[in-house]
C-alpha cells in the first residue's frame, strides 16, 4: 500500500477527476459515506449520542457536512460547528453545505475565538467529536482560533474520529508541527500519507483506517511513488507450505561468523533465529575459546573454530579458514558481537572482496564499514545492511539527530547510491531497496527495545535469504514476522520484561499465523 504525500494525493484526486471522469462531489461522498458506517459501528458503545462535527471550510470541511448527512438521514441530530462562514466555503463543500442546510442539520458559524467560546458548551457536552478541520495539505503550525478549537478538542473525553489526519498535522512530516487534534480513531481518504504511519506523529492518529473512496488502483502504480507500507498479503508466498519431497539441503546452508568472549550470546541468537524460520543448516564460525559456550546454545547449531586474538576476537590470520569454510555455503551473516578489535577489522576487510553469497552485515560487521567506508564500494552484489540508527549515523558520519530527523530521505538514498538493501531498524523500521522503494513495517512494539533483538532480525534475515533468493523479499518478510513475534511475545510478557530470547521463543506461533493465512490465501475454501 502506497504512503503518500500531500502533492502526491493531490496529483492522484486531479488525475480521477480529470483524466478518470469522476467527479470531485463524488470521491468526497464516497468519503462521508465511508467515514459515516465506520461511525455506525463505534456510536454503540459511547456513551450518549451526542455527536459534533467542527469542519473547517475546505474539503475536509465538506467531507464532514458529508458524515452529518448520513448521520441525519439516520434519525440521529449532529451539530456542526463551522470554523468559518457560510459564505466563504466553496466548490464541492459548498454543495454539501448547502445540502445539509436544506434537510435542517445544525449548523454554527464559528468565526472568532469569541463565537467558539460561546459555543464550547457543545465540545464539552459531546460523546463523539468528528475533527474535520484541516485536510492533509496543513504546512504551518495551528494559529489562533484554530489552535483554541484544537486545544479544547483535546480536553474533552469525547471519542475523537479524525477525518483524514487529526487537525494539526502536516501528512508530509512525522514531527509535530504545533498543536494537533489526538485522535482515537483516523480515517484516512484512499493511501496512509507520511504522518499516520512514523513517530511521533502517528502517535496522534490513534487507530488507522483506509477508507476506499473509489480511486482506480492503478492509479497509485506511478513509478516515482516509492514509498509503502508493508502489506501482510504480499509476504505471505515466503510462507507457503513446503513440498513434501524437500530435504535441508532445499533451504540452504547458513555460515554465521560472530562471537567474541563476553559476546558469545549474539552468535547463539541470531543461530537459533536463523534455524526456527527454516534455514535447513546453520554453522557458526567464532574465536575458538568461544565455541564451547556456542555450541551449548543449541545442540542443533553446527560450529567451527576461528584463529583468535589474545583478546578472544577473530583474528585477522584466519581469513584462509574462513575462505574455505565458505565454500559450500548458500549465504553469509557476519557481525553480531565480534567487536571491532584491529584484527578483526582486518579479518573482514580483506575477506569483504572475496565474498560471492549473498550476505548479511550486522552490528560490529557495520561498525568496522563506518571504521573503513571504502570497503562499502566492495560489498557483494548482494548485499542486506541491518543498522540501527546509530550505526548508521556512523555509516554516513552524521549526528544521530541527523539520521532520525531525515530518515526517509537517507535511508534510501544509501541504499540507491551503494546498490545494497538497507533495514534501518526501530519502531516503524524501514526497509529499502537499491530501486529506491522504501518500506515501512507495521508490527513490532516497543518492548522489542532491547540488546538481542537486532541479533534475532539479522538471523531471520539471513535464513529468508536463502530460503526467497530474494533479496527485498527476504527482508521484508522476516521484519515482518519479526514484529509479529514481538506483539505476541508482549501479549504474555508484557513491554519492561520483554527480552530478545522471548523472540525466539514466540518465532513459531508467528510462524504459524503467517503459514495458516497463506494457506487460506491458497485455498480459500478452506475457511468454510
Not at 494539526?168 to 484516512?188: N, Q, R
Not at 546452508?253 to 533465529?273: N, P, R, W
Not at 541504499?415 to 522503494?437: M, N
Request: net charge neutral; hydrophobic share 45%.
Amino acid at each position: 500500500m502506497k504512503i503518500l504525500t500531500s502533492a502526491e494525493m493531490k496529483e492522484i484526486d486531479r488525475q480521477a477527476i480529470e483524466e478518470v471522469g469522476i467527479p470531485g462531489s463524488v470521491l468526497m461522498e464516497n468519503a462521508g459515506l465511508q467515514i459515516f458506517r465506520l461511525l455506525q459501528t463505534i456510536l454503540p458503545y459511547c456513551d450518549g449520542d451526542k455527536i459534533v462535527i467542527v469542519a473547517g471550510k475546505g474539503n475536509n470541511g465538506g467531507d464532514g457536512l458529508v458524515i452529518a448527512r448520513h448521520l441525519w438521514n439516520h434519525g440521529m441530530v449532529p451539530q456542526v460547528i463551522l470554523l468559518a462562514a457560510k459564505d466563504e466555503i466553496r466548490g464541492d463543500a459548498e454543495i454539501n453545505l448547502r445540502i445539509a442546510e436544506k434537510i435542517g442539520v445544525p449548523i454554527a458559524e464559528v468565526k472568532s475565538e469569541a463565537d467558539w467560546n460561546a459555543r464550547k458548551k457543545l465540545i464539552k457536552e459531546a460523546s463523539v467529536i468528528v475533527d474535520a478541520i484541516f485536510g492533509t495539505g496543513l504546512v504551518k503550525p495551528a494559529e489562533g482560533l484554530y489552535a483554541k478549537a484544537v486545544e479544547d478538542i483535546n480536553r474533552t473525553d469525547a471519542f475523537k474520529l479524525a477525518v483524514d489526519i487529526p487537525s494539526g498535522l502536516s501528512s508530509d512530516s512525522f514531527e509535530i508541527i504545533g498543536p494537533a487534534v489526538v485522535a482515537d480513531v483516523t480515517v484516512t481518504l484512499a493511501a496512509p500519507k507520511i504522518a499516520h504511519v512514523l513517530p511521533p506523529a502517528e502517535r496522534w492518529v490513534g487507530e488507522l483506517v483506509v477508507a476506499d473512496i473509489s480511486i482506480p488502483p492503478q492509479l497509485f502504480d506511478a513509478h516515482h511513488l516509492k514509498l509503502e507500507l508493508t502489506e501482510k498479503r504480499g509476504l505471505l508466498r515466503s510462507f507457503e507450505k513446503r513440498q513434501k519431497d524437500s530435504h535441508k539441503g532445499t533451504y540452504g546452508h547458513l555460515f554465521i561468523i560472530a562471537g567474541s568472549i563476553g559476546k558469545t550470546g549474539a552468535a547463539v541468537m541470531a543461530a537459533k533465529a536463523a534455524l526456527k524460520t527454516g534455514a535447513g543448516l546453520v554453522t557458526v564460525g567464532t574465536p575458538q575459546s568461544c565455541l564451547p559456550l556456542v555450541a551449548r546454545g543449541m545442540v542443533e547449531l553446527m560450529t567451527e573454530p576461528l584463529e583468535e586474538t589474545e583478546e578472544k576476537t577473530i583474528a585477522a590470520g584466519t581469513l584462509p579458514r574462513a575462505r574455505s569454510l565458505l565454500k559450500g555455503k548458500d549465504a553469509l551473516l557476519i557481525g553480531p558481537g565480534i567487536s571491532t578489535h584491529s584484527s578483526t577489522a582486518e579479518f573482514l576487510a580483506k575477506l569483504m572482496p572475496e565474498i560471492k553469497l549473498p550476505v548479511v552485515i550486522d552490528a560490529d560487521g557495520l561498525n568496522i564499514l563506518s571504521m573503513k567506508p571504502e570497503l562499502l564500494k566492495r560489498l557483494p552484489k548482494t548485499a542486506i545492511l541491518t543498522p540501527h540508527p546509530g550505526e548508521f549515523a556512523r555509516l554516513l558520519g552524521l549526528s544521530l539527530r541527523d539520521v532520525i530527523k531525515r530518515k526517509l530521505e537517507l535511508a534510501p538514498a544509501f541504499a540507491r547510491e551503494r546498490g545494497v538493501y538497507l533495514v534501518l531498524k526501530g519502531y516503524r523500521t524501514l526497509v529499502c531497496a537499491p530501486d529506491g522503494r522504501t518500506f515501512v513495517n507495521p508490527t513490532g512494539n516497543p518492548g522489542m527495545a532491547t540488546g538481542g533483538s537486532g541479533d534475532v532480525l539479522s538471523g531471520m534475515i539471513a535464513s529468508f535469504l536463502m530460503q526467497d533468493k530474494d533479496a527485498l523479499q527476504a527482508a521484508l518478510a522476516a521484519v515482518y514476522l519479526h514484529g509479529l513475534s514481538g506483539d505476541l511475545a508482549v501479549e504474555k510478557t508484557g513491554e519492561r520484561a520483554l527480552v530478545a530470547g522471548d523472540l525466539i521463543r514466540f518465532l513459531p506461533a508467528a510462524l504459524k499465523t503467517m503459514e495458516d493465512e497463506a494457506r487460506e490465501e491458497e485455498f480459500p475454501l478452506a475457511r468454510i
